[in-house]
């Protein structure tokens, strides 16, 4: 079996002072197997642009649990993401580290159908209160695609299915997620975890 992870390339300019490890000055593309590292376990495998591990995610329950973890490579949780119970909407919230008590990080709402530009959901982050609809996630035209656009509509994040130096495609479970400069990592990678409960892949 062939390397997943992205192919070698020249080395970038390192990132540039921030508070936060996963905020770069540069873009920056990371592959995402949808296999854990957990025996038995569900969730998925993220690698940088370095072939090096950066992301893991893990419910170590059954596939669609209500409760998931995003850590970082040595296994810190980064972010637990939990399922609010609603009669109507879907809605997920995203706690910092390992708590799931007080004001959640960010909460993602699921549309009941598809509005105009095929919106899946709409993010609100926790902390920043004079924002409304912070990010939106909007899906593409294949099955796993979809962009992450901020509140002025330009696209942050994107990700699709990977494909070689040589333009073949890998299997369905081997995604490539392109972040822009000064986006949080992080975030997007809890925002991917979330469309992946919402699709079943998790």
């Given at each position: 079996m062939g390397k997943i992870h992205p192919e070698n390339i020249s080395s970038p300019p390192p990132p540039s002072p921030s508070s936060s490890p996963y905020v770069t000055s540069i873009r920056e593309t990371f592959t995402i197997w949808m296999k854990s590292l957990v025996f038995h376990g569900?969730?998925?495998t993220v690698f940088n642009s370095k072939g090096e591990l950066a992301f893991r995610v893990d419910n170590y329950q059954e596939k669609c649990s209500n409760?998931?973890?995003l850590m970082d490579l040595n296994g810190q949780v980064l972010f637990s993401i939990k399922k609010e119970k609603l009669r109507v909407f879907g809605r997920w919230s995203g706690y910092l580290r390992g708590g799931l008590k007080g004001k959640p990080w960010f909460q993602v709402r699921k549309n009941c159908t598809f509005s105009r530009g095929n919106v899946i959901c709409n993010v609100n982050l926790?902390?920043?209160k004079s924002i409304e609809s912070c990010y939106k996630i909007q899906k593409l035209d294949r099955k796993s695609s979809f962009k992450v656009t901020n509140n002025t509509g330009e696209i942050v994040a994107e990700l699709k299915q990977k494909q070689s130096s040589r333009g073949f495609a890998y299997g369905d479970d081997v995604l490539t997620l392109e972040v822009e400069p000064?986006?949080?990592q992080s975030l997007i990678m809890a925002l991917v975890t979330v469309c992946g409960l919402i699709?079943?892949?998790?």
């Amino acid at each position: 079996m062939g390397k997943i992870h992205p192919e070698n390339i020249s080395s970038p300019p390192p990132p540039s002072p921030s508070s936060s490890p996963y905020v770069t000055s540069i873009r920056e593309t990371f592959t995402i197997w949808m296999k854990s590292l957990v025996f038995h376990g569900n969730g998925c495998t993220v690698f940088n642009s370095k072939g090096e591990l950066a992301f893991r995610v893990d419910n170590y329950q059954e596939k669609c649990s209500n409760e998931v973890f995003l850590m970082d490579l040595n296994g810190q949780v980064l972010f637990s993401i939990k399922k609010e119970k609603l009669r109507v909407f879907g809605r997920w919230s995203g706690y910092l580290r390992g708590g799931l008590k007080g004001k959640p990080w960010f909460q993602v709402r699921k549309n009941c159908t598809f509005s105009r530009g095929n919106v899946i959901c709409n993010v609100n982050l926790g902390h920043e209160k004079s924002i409304e609809s912070c990010y939106k996630i909007q899906k593409l035209d294949r099955k796993s695609s979809f962009k992450v656009t901020n509140n002025t509509g330009e696209i942050v994040a994107e990700l699709k299915q990977k494909q070689s130096s040589r333009g073949f495609a890998y299997g369905d479970d081997v995604l490539t997620l392109e972040v822009e400069p000064q986006v949080d990592q992080s975030l997007i990678m809890a925002l991917v975890t979330v469309c992946g409960l919402i699709s079943r892949k998790l």
